[in-house]
């Protein structure tokens, strides 16, 4: 469903295979053993992450810290393999999304997707929600958005995950 200034979607409904191929070829070719090089601001562990009580309330906070377009021109990049699970994703701007989620267990899933990914993705993850800038894994221009300081502004967590090769 289109809603003025933003494209809204539910994981079942979209799917492009971006992601997927992100993933895929990690999952694939790299034992599980191998850590993932990734860089964190803040332990995990430590904090208490901001929640959001939904994904528009959300996007409207990261456009208040980094800005995000009025209208995107582009539609969310949802994985097929998280069909199933809680999650609404909407565009900030080009390359760059908010997701929110309804349950752990698709918070969970959805970070195990990206730590996994063989691409490399900047991140900052919250109590219930995550902007990911998928700029760089598309060989797109850096899209210009500051997460670090999204990440320090909104109590979230700052990290890179430079991928682990590709196939």
Sequence with gaps: MMITGKRKGMAPIAAIGVIVGLTSCAVNSQPAAVPQKSTTTQPAAAFQYREFAS?????????????CDDEPKTDPI???DLAGFTAEY????????????KTEEARNAEHQLHSDSAQPL?????G????VDMSEALDEPPSGK?????AQELGGNFRYVSGVGSS
């Design 90 to 101: 909407v565009v900030c701007a080009n390359r760059v999304q908010v997701v929110w989620f």
């Design 146 to 150: 500051d997460l670090r300081a999204l």
């Design 78 to 80: 949802i994985n097929p």
């Design 128 to 131: 219930n929600w995550m902007v």
């Design 122 to 126: 900047t991140i900052v993850e919250g």
């Design 55 to 67: 994904v528009d309330d959300a996007r409207r906070a990261v456009a208040g810290v980094i800005g």
